[in-house]
């Protein structure tokens, strides 16, 4: 099996309308006959808006929920283009970061991603065309959600390929 892992980031993902672009991408490679891992970030601004919404209520830094809060971004993203792709007829399934076992060390805003589940990913794509996984969050050995810092997905895309 051909498979390749595309980053959609905050520069790709401009707006909703860039979420459809993103799904012509991810079906020229599936047209060839490779399966797709799209690992995607919050549209455009979303993290900053909500890093400012959170240091309204408390310093972000200090707080164990702000990885929950900002990963909310993530998740949206993730979400619009499984539904995007969906639609264009494209075989998807949508994972969390836990369901694929990406599992990280450190600091709860800038961990370091140490182990993916292989085995999950293959499983979805022996049935799936897309497998979209939001990027920037993971889960910690606690089962706690911890971001990746800046250009944490970029880390999950190459952590996960």
Do not use: Q
């Given at each position: 099996m051909s498979v390749i892992v595309l980053k959609f980031g905050g520069s790709v993902l401009t707006s909703e309308a860039a979420v459809h672009r993103s799904v012509a991408e991810i079906?020229?490679?599936v047209r060839d006959?490779?399966?797709v891992v799209a690992v995607v970030s919050a549209l455009k601004g979303m993290t900053d808006s909500l890093l400012r919404q959170a240091d309204r209520y408390q310093a972000a830094s200090s707080s164990v929920a702000t990885p929950y809060l900002l990963a909310t971004g993530e998740f949206q993203s993730a979400a619009l283009l499984a539904l995007a792709a969906e639609r264009s007829g494209l075989k998807?399934?949508?994972?969390?970061?836990a369901e694929v076992g990406l599992l990280a060390e450190g600091d709860r805003l800038?961990?370091?991603p140490v182990a993916v589940d292989a085995a999950?990913?293959?499983?979805?794509?022996d049935s799936f065309d897309l497998v979209v996984v939001p990027g920037f969050v993971a889960e910690n050995a606690s089962r706690e959600m911890v971001l990746l810092g800046r250009g944490g997905t970029d880390l999950s895309a190459v952590f996960i390929a």
């Open positions: 079906y020229r490679h006959g490779t399966k998807t399934s949508l994972r969390y970061p800038n961990a370091t999950a990913l293959k499983a979805d794509l």
